[in-house]
């Protein structure tokens, strides 16, 4: 071992004398000089990216100065819309409770001073109308409104209303466009676009026709009783339609407003294509604007008087209003009811002189109008009602009227269905065929399906047709002499199948087979078959109007028993029978 050892070693040496074995020591020393640096930083940059948490600390780092920088860029803001809005959303879906808890410092003083607002409105509205209502002056505006033709709610306007902000538009200067509108309560808004429009022709005709420079425009013009006043800023103008002499503070206002909306929206008015949506906030600035001034009266002495008297009318209308409604409501109970009983039709229904009157038709087995009136809180004396007798066609009403007339037996029930009464139970067939015949004559009834009463008969009959085999005399087609009985049982059970078949309207197709055993020849054997059969056909045929006979034979290819004594070959001189439903429109054979 010691010797192979040895003699490994020698060319190794050889090797290293001739340099071979470092050479790649030193390319990986060069290599080490050359890239190394390079190499030590691609590795300090992989574990860069492959720290996660490194990755996210350089991003919350940098994120907030991207935020603040980018802040006013329009591009910015659309980019991070969507994903702002889904990611509310789902949070939303998910639980709305952290959004509601942070809205609802917001949420509820916006809220109660809506309500407020609209409550001092209705409380106005009412006070204005009570003391217009029942005066002197009251008389003469109603005088005023029937010489006019305007309505007494618009003449009290005219008298008491000192100007009013009926509508603000907000158009666009360069296009003419409207870029959004708003308007008070009970004003007739007509097509905005169209108002929109004339605004804007009214200010250019201005321009064109007195030299006016473009930077110069409408500052106002009256129509009738309104008056427009126009504020212009550099990219959209204000318009608002007054009526009434409206204060010179309102323009201020109206400065304002201008003012607010292009420092809220100035990049979307100066990038501004045609798009509204963009601008649909601004509409909140311009309800601002809607003002609504009374003119203030003196209370004259009498006025608590005339409250009395207001009130005290009120309450007898409120009285009355709540009698006359309790009325209506038990009436529109009892007239529900009414028209919810099967049998019953309202034609008319209303009041004549404090009483409630009612007509229509009722089929004679419907339920008695008069016992619902307990139930509507309603007597009698009440209501005066005219009913038409009818036969009304509602399925419930039709089966009373039908078992009354039909009286079936005991156990046999009647449903309908499409106008087809069907009976169902064990039912004798005299009952069946006389059922059968009178049932188109109850109202309502287009057909009679007795095959439900009858199925328990059927099946007994066809067994007792099927459970009957008659044997022959050999070579012969003749019957045993002990096979009378056993004929007769069988045409009185073709009988009474055919007594079901026609109560039922059902077609049953009875087939009477031939055999032979198999002595003798096929050729002989097969007429002999046809000749048994053709022999029980003969004995039941003519008393069967309703069902379809068939007799053929079979020779001996379907023997009953296999063997050759003669007690097995006379078990098969016979004659079968078979019974199935059939096509009613197959011709008899």
């Known amino acids: 071992m010691v010797g192979a050892g040895e003699r490994g070693d020698g060319p190794g040496r050889d090797r290293d004398d001739r340099g071979g074995a470092d050479r790649p020591d030193e390319i990986t020393s060069l290599r080490a000089l050359i890239v190394g640096p390079e190499q030590r930083r691609l590795s300090v940059l992989q574990a860069r990216l492959d720290d996660k948490e490194g990755r996210a600390a350089d991003l919350a780092e940098v994120l907030p100065r991207v935020l603040l920088r980018h802040a006013q860029d329009p591009r910015f803001t659309t980019a991070l819309t969507a994903p702002i809005q889904k990611a509310i959303t789902t949070s939303v879906r998910r639980n709305p409770k952290p959004l509601a808890d942070a809205l609802f410092p917001v949420m509820g003083p916006a809220i109660r001073k809506a309500v407020a607002a609209s409550l001092a409105g209705m409380v106005d509205s009412l006070n204005r109308t009570l003391e217009h209502s029942l005066s002197i002056k009251s008389l003469q505006w109603r005088l005023e409104g029937w010489r006019t033709g305007k309505s007494f709610a618009e003449v009290v306007l005219s008298k008491t209303l000192l100007y009013r902000v009926e ?198 087995l419907a339920r008695d109008p008069q016992t619902l009136l307990p139930a509507a809180g309603l007597s009698p004396d009440d209501v005066r009602a005219a009913w038409t007798p009818y036969f009304a066609l509602a399925p419930a009403l039709v089966v009373t009227r039908a078992t009354s007339l039909l009286r079936p037996p005991p156990g046999v029930v009647l449903t309908i269905t499409d106008g087809v009464l069907s009976a169902a139970g064990d039912a004798p067939v005299d009952w069946v065929a006389e059922a059968r015949r009178t049932a188109p004559f109850v109202a309502g009834v287009a057909s009679f399906d007795a095959a439900g009463a009858l199925s328990t008969q059927t099946r007994q009959s066809i067994a007792a047709i099927e459970g009957q085999t008659l044997l022959f005399l050999r070579g012969r087609a003749a019957l045993l002499p002990d096979q009378e009985p056993a004929l007769s049982a069988l045409v009185a059970s073709v009988r009474t199948l055919d007594r079901i078949a026609a109560a039922s309207s059902q077609t049953f197709r009875v087939d009477i087979v031939g055999h032979t055993d198999a002595d003798g020849a096929d050729e002989a054997n097969l007429p002999l078959s046809q000749a048994r059969a053709d022999v029980v056909r003969a004995a039941i045929d003519p008393d069967t109007a309703h069902l379809q006979i068939v007799s053929h034979g079979e020779s001996s290819r379907r023997p009953v028993v296999v063997g050759d004594n003669e007690l097995d070959k006379q078990r098969n001189r016979r004659v079968t029978i078979t019974v199935t439903r059939a096509d009613p429109r197959a011709a008899k054979r």
């Open 167 to 364: 509508q603000i538009f907000l158009i666009h200067r360069e296009s003419g466009l409207l870029l959004s509108h708003a308007w008070a309560d009970s004003v007739d808004v007509r097509d905005a676009d169209m108002v929109s429009g004339m605004l804007t022709a009214i200010r250019d005709f201005a321009q064109d026709s007195f030299k006016v420079a473009k930077t110069e425009s409408l500052d106002a013009f009256s129509v009738g009783d309104l008056s427009v006043w126009i504020e212009a800023g550099p990219r959209a103008l204000v318009a608002a339609v007054i009526r009434g002499p409206a204060p010179a503070e309102f323009r201020a206002r109206l400065q304002e407003t201008v003012e607010s909306i292009h420092l809220q929206f100035g990049e979307v008015l100066d990038s501004f294509s045609g798009d509204t949506a963009q601008l649909a906030d601004a509409r909140h600035s311009l309800e601002a604007c809607l003002y609504t001034e009374y003119r203030s009266e003196a209370k004259r002495p009498g006025t608590r008087g005339a409250w009395i008297v207001v009130a005290l009318g009120v309450l007898a209308m409120a009285v009355w209003g709540g009698v006359r409604w309790q009325s209506a409501s038990r009436w529109d109970g009892y007239l529900s009811a009414l028209r919810a009983e099967p049998g019953i039709v309202v034609l008319s229904a209303g009041r004549d002189w404090g009483q409630f009157v009612v007509s229509g038709l009722r089929d004679p």
